[in-house]
Structures are given as C-alpha cells and as structure tokens.
C-alpha cells in the first residue's frame, strides 16, 4: 500500500462544454492531459448553470468548481492530483505553496489566519518578507494545479500543470499568467486514512469530525426481529463480528432503549446479549457499534442493527428488519475472503430475503442527515458505491431487493422467480461468478474483489449481467435520502430511480456485455470461499 492511486473518474461524465474553458499555463507539457482534462472539464460542465457572481463578487461558477475538486480531495484524504485554489508564498523563490501544517498535502484552510501568524516571521537566513499589502501579487491562487505526485505537496519539483478555469465573458490578463507560469515554473493510496469532513458539501461547509469514511459494507434484510430466537441470531452475529473488530470499536449508540443511555463508551458497555434480554417484543432493536474517536465521529468498523417492534413486524406492510456491518479496504484487500466468509454466514443466521455487500460509505451515526449530500455526489463518480441507510430502505424491503453488488444476496423464493439455480448458472458463469447457499437463499459473488464502477468508464460486466438477471426483483421504489434542506445534492425522487437503474442496459446489450465479461478479473482460489456450488 505504497504507491499513490490516482483517481480515474471525473466528477461526472461528458465532455467540454462551451460554458467555461480551461487555460493551461506551459510547463513541461504544451497540453492538458486528455484524462486530467476530462476531469476538470467534467466539474465545469456540472457548475454551468450556478449563478455568474455572488454578494462578495466571486463568481460562483468558480467557486462551484473548486468546490467540487475540493470534495474529491477530501474524499482521497487530500492526496488528489487536482488541487483546487492552493495559495502560493510568490516572495519565495521559487514560489512556495501554503499547506496545512498537520498534512503537506493539504491546501491550508484560512490564509487571513496564516498570514496574521507567519508573514512577519524571519525565516531561516532571517530574512523577512515584505510588509504584506492586499492585491499586489504577493500571493497568488491558480484555480487548479495537477501534481505528478498526490502523496507529496505541490511543489515546484511536484507540479505537473497549471490550470486556469475561465467561464465567459471572464479572461487571464498578463499579470496573473505571468505569475502562473512562475508557479509553473517552479491512490495506490493509504485507504485507512481517507476521512470524509463532515457536512462537507452542506450549506455550512466542512465542520471538524469525521462524516463519512469509505468502507466494504454489507446490508442484510430480515424479519421477525422481535423473537427470541432471531435476537439471539443477531447476537451470535455480533460475536462473529466483534470477534475481530473489538479493539477497533470505540462507541456504542441506542435508539430508544427502554432503560439505561442511549451512549456508552465501548469498553463500558453491558454485553448485547443482557441489554437484549430485558427488552420486550416491542421494544426497538437498536444497536450501533461504532469505531470513531469521538462519538459522532464515522468510522470504518462499524456494525449496526435495527429491528422493528413486534407489532410493527406482524404487518409486513411495515417494513423489515435489516443489518449492516463494514470492514475497512485495507483489511478487505489482506484479507480476501473474510468479508465474504461474514457476510454469508449472517445471512444464515438470520435467514435473510435479500440483501448486497460492496463499496459503501459509513456515515456518522448520528449526524446522517449533513453527510448524506457527499454520499450523493459520491455516488455520481462511482457508480458501485452503495447509496443510503438501512432503515429507510428497511420500509419498501418485502417488496423487492434494492441493487445488486459485489455480493447479492436473494432468498429462495427469489431465486424460484427467476428460474431457479439453472438460470442463474447459465447467466452468470463461474469463472467470474461464485454461488454460496445460505440455506434461505444464494449469495451471488460477483468477481475477485469488489468493483466501485467510475463513472466515466464503460460499465462493469460483473455488475450489469447480475443486474439484469434479477432485475423483476427489484423493489419499485426505495429511500435513499432524506430531503434536501439548502439545495445541496441528494437521491430522492427521479434521482433515486436513476441509481435504482444506473446498471440497466437495453436487452439488445446483452450479448455485448457478456463478450465485455471475457475481459474482466476471473476469480481465483484465494479470492472465493472454498464451499461455493
């Protein structure tokens, strides 16, 4: 896990739009990269339509765009190659950027605050720089510089282009390509430290926790939560679970609990077994063990169950039962087959009619709602991230499953509706796709490793044939989101149809797609569990 992963997806997909344009200062290259300027061309299209300027007169159409790279950098732990709005020192020579004093690689926060503490102080040769005067060019700020190196900050031996965005009637006067050219002149990534800002894309911008993390995250939909037998089910899972994740675990919430706080510090919390036995039918079953630093902090452990009321189980109308786990990417990719080993064996236990395990994002338990909005725009780059919480989409469970992934998993009587373990066998073949039987229904695993889908690229075979095949199983509709409160991004309505759809293909495709399957991962030995059919 050394060397930088470089992202390979926009921020959306299409071209150029004849709305804003992309101005290369000459560096070493005497253009764009054709792939980094299709991701900086991809936010321009998407920031078009913003207003031209705001109260300050800022132009909102910039600031959309920075904002937009900004949260890809975020989400990559600030090791993205596109650097939106990075201050440069331009008394130095030559021209030294201003960082983040925790994370080099990070553009630092308040540059008023910056300047007030390190523009006065000598450096090392004790030589001081000029009295700091607003507008004359003592720093500077290109739109977007592309590193070579995204785990290195962008240095002069660092930059691999400078870019200047202009959305008409806007231009570069000589001044300031002068000083871009001075500038100019001058991820595989560490996934266990990607930590999301929370409320990132919300109206009151980043706040100082943890909002989202991305983990491997399996969901697994159930019923009858409210028996004794089923409660002890879902205990034996949290063995299972807590197994290898307790030194990980450091918070545990409780929605509604009948006795006792709905908070406890991990290690001081009664075992899940005894709070479970002083609960009545219908009592709620709430549980989410989380592994933040601090209690609404998201982490990339997390196990969490919710369970309905006995009388709210009695009408299937309601609703199900569901729980979701996640394991860190790291810990996925060293351990290749132990995510899937989890995810079979509860949905064993609890005899589970549906459910699916692939790219997620944990979001803070209980700051969901302002985490949401990067979960949406997360889910417009990678089209193979799981979009959503589990209670929502817990309501419309009874009435269908609600994606497919990585690992689907259908109940008996699904897998009767389509065909039967003959359909799928001849529709999915096994040098891609491996069966596991859970006694109440199949997991389908699709390939070696779980596949995040960019955006921009031709959809995934492993996820599309799946996804035709159990498509009539699909619930109507599903929620995903809660509404949008400040007109920050959020899947509801025809947006969440559209995910709902996002793997659909004409039937005429079909034939194309299984040729396209030819040339993704095949499974192996090490990357399927040793009982499949």
Same mark, same amino acid.
């Given at each position: 896990?050394?060397?930088?992963?470089?992202?390979?997806?926009?921020?959306?997909?299409?071209?150029? =739009?004849?709305?804003g344009t992309t101005t290369?200062?000459?560096?070493?290259?005497?253009? /764009?990269?054709?792939?980094?300027?299709?991701?900086?061309?991809?936010? %321009?299209?998407?920031?078009?339509?913003?207003?031209?300027?705001?109260?300050?007169?800022?132009?909102?159409?910039?600031?959309?765009?920075?904002?937009?790279?900004? $949260?890809?950098?975020?989400?990559?732990?600030?090791?993205?190659?596109?650097?939106?709005? %990075?201050?440069?020192?331009? @008394?130095?020579?030559?021209?030294?950027?201003?960082?983040? !004093?925790?994370?080099?690689?990070?553009?630092?926060?308040?540059?008023?605050?910056?300047?007030?503490?390190?523009?006065?102080?000598?450096?090392?040769?004790?030589?001081?720089?000029?009295?700091?005067?607003?507008?004359?060019?003592?720093?500077?700020?290109?739109?977007?510089? #592309? /590193?070579?190196?995204?785990?290195?900050?962008?240095?002069?031996?660092?930059?691999?282009?400078?870019?200047? #965005?202009?959305?008409?009637?806007? *231009?570069?006067?000589?001044?300031?390509?002068?000083?871009?050219?001075?500038?100019? !002149?001058?991820?595989?990534?560490?996934?266990?430290?990607?930590?999301?800002?929370?409320?990132?894309? @919300?109206?009151?911008?980043?706040?100082? +926790?943890?909002?989202?993390?991305? $983990?491997?995250?399996?969901?697994?939909?159930?019923?009858?939560?409210?028996?004794?037998?089923?409660?002890?089910?879902?205990?034996?899972?949290?063995?299972?679970?807590?197994?290898?994740?307790?030194?990980?675990?450091?918070?545990?919430?409780? $929605?509604?609990?009948?006795?006792?706080?709905?908070?406890?510090?991990?290690?001081?919390?009664?075992?899940? &077994?005894?709070?479970?036995?002083?609960?009545?039918?219908?009592?709620?079953?709430?549980?989410? +063990?989380?592994?933040?630093?601090?209690?609404?902090?998201?982490?990339?452990?997390?196990?969490?169950?919710?369970?309905?009321?006995?009388?709210?189980? *009695?009408?299937?109308? &309601?609703?199900?039962?569901?729980?979701?786990?996640?394991?860190?990417?790291l810990y996925v990719e060293?351990?290749?087959?132990?995510?899937?080993?989890?995810? /079979?064996?509860?949905?064993?236990?609890?005899?589970?009619?549906?459910?699916? !395990?692939?790219?997620?994002?944990?979001? =803070?338990?209980? &700051?969901?709602?302002?985490?949401?909005?990067?979960?949406? +725009?997360?889910?417009?780059?990678?089209?193979?991230?799981?979009? !959503?919480?589990?209670?929502?989409?817990?309501?419309?469970?009874?009435?269908?499953?609600?994606?497919?992934?990585?690992?689907?998993? %259908?109940? $008996?009587?699904?897998?009767?509706?389509?065909?039967?373990?003959?359909?799928?066998?001849?529709?999915?073949?096994?040098?891609?796709?491996?069966?596991?039987? +859970?006694?109440?229904?199949?997991?389908?695993?699709?390939?070696?490793?779980?596949?995040?889908?960019?955006?921009?690229?031709?959809?995934?075979?492993?996820?599309?044939?799946?996804?035709?095949?159990?498509?009539?199983?699909?619930?109507?509709?599903?929620?995903?989101?809660?509404?949008?409160?400040?007109?920050?991004? &959020?899947?509801?309505?025809?947006?969440?149809?559209?995910?709902?759809?996002?793997?659909? %293909?004409?039937?005429?495709?079909?034939m194309a797609y299984k040729?396209?399957?030819?040339?993704?991962?095949?499974?192996?030995?090490?990357?399927?569990?040793?009982?499949?059919?």
């Amino acid at each position: 896990m050394t060397d930088p992963t470089r992202p390979t997806t926009p921020l959306a997909t299409g071209g150029m =739009s004849s709305a804003g344009t992309t101005t290369q200062v000459k560096i070493t290259r005497p253009r /764009v990269d054709p792939k980094d300027k299709k991701v900086i061309c991809s936010a %321009i299209c998407k920031c078009k339509d913003a207003p031209g300027m705001g109260k300050d007169g800022r132009s909102l159409k910039q600031s959309c765009v920075s904002t937009r790279l900004k $949260a890809l950098d975020a989400m990559l732990a600030h090791r993205s190659p596109y650097k939106p709005e %990075i201050n440069y020192d331009m @008394t130095k020579e030559p021209p030294e950027p201003i960082m983040d !004093g925790d994370q080099e690689t990070k553009g630092h926060d308040w540059l008023p605050g910056w300047i007030k503490k390190r523009w006065d102080v000598a450096d090392e040769q004790g030589v001081k720089r000029p009295p700091f005067k607003p507008g004359k060019g003592l720093i500077r700020r290109p739109d977007v510089v #592309i /590193v070579n190196d995204p785990t290195k900050p962008p240095t002069e031996n660092n930059i691999k282009q400078v870019v200047e #965005i202009k959305f008409p009637p806007d *231009k570069m006067d000589k001044p300031q390509r002068d000083a871009y050219e001075q500038i100019a !002149g001058m991820m595989r990534e560490h996934p266990e430290k990607m930590r999301v800002p929370g409320g990132l894309l @919300t109206k009151q911008g980043p706040q100082d +926790y943890v909002g989202s993390v991305p $983990a491997i995250t399996g969901t697994l939909f159930f019923i009858d939560a409210h028996l004794p037998e089923v409660r002890e089910a879902i205990c034996m899972c949290f063995d299972e679970y807590n197994s290898i994740a307790n030194k990980h675990l450091t918070w545990l919430w409780r $929605a509604e609990p009948p006795e006792g706080p709905d908070k406890f510090a991990h290690a001081d919390a009664p075992p899940m &077994r005894k709070m479970m036995k002083r609960m009545d039918e219908d009592d709620v079953v709430s549980f989410a +063990y989380i592994s933040g630093a601090q209690p609404h902090d998201a982490g990339d452990w997390e196990f969490q169950v919710f369970g309905r009321r006995g009388w709210e189980a *009695k009408m299937i109308t &309601r609703g199900t039962s569901a729980l979701r786990f996640s394991m860190p990417l790291l810990y996925v990719e060293q351990h290749p087959i132990a995510f899937q080993e989890m995810f /079979v064996s509860f949905a064993k236990r609890l005899r589970a009619i549906h459910g699916y !395990g692939g790219h997620g994002l944990v979001l =803070s338990v209980v &700051r969901e709602g302002d985490n949401q909005p990067f979960e949406a +725009y997360l889910a417009d780059v990678f089209t193979g991230f799981d979009v !959503g919480e589990q209670v929502g989409a817990s309501r419309t469970a009874h009435l269908g499953i609600k994606t497919v992934s990585w690992l689907t998993a %259908i109940g $008996a009587d699904k897998v009767e509706k389509i065909g039967g373990l003959s359909v799928i066998r001849s529709e999915l073949p096994m040098d891609w796709f491996a069966l596991y039987d +859970y006694g109440a229904g199949l997991v389908i695993q699709a390939g070696p490793a779980p596949e995040s889908a960019p955006a921009d690229q031709p959809k995934p075979a492993r996820l599309v044939l799946p996804n035709m095949l159990l498509k009539e199983l699909r619930a109507p509709k599903v929620s995903l989101h809660y509404g949008s409160k400040d007109g920050e991004p &959020r899947l509801n309505g025809w947006a969440a149809e559209q995910w709902l759809k996002r793997f659909d %293909i004409e039937e005429a495709e079909l034939m194309a797609y299984k040729a396209k399957l030819l040339n993704e991962p095949k499974l192996t030995p090490a990357t399927m569990l040793p009982d499949r059919l």
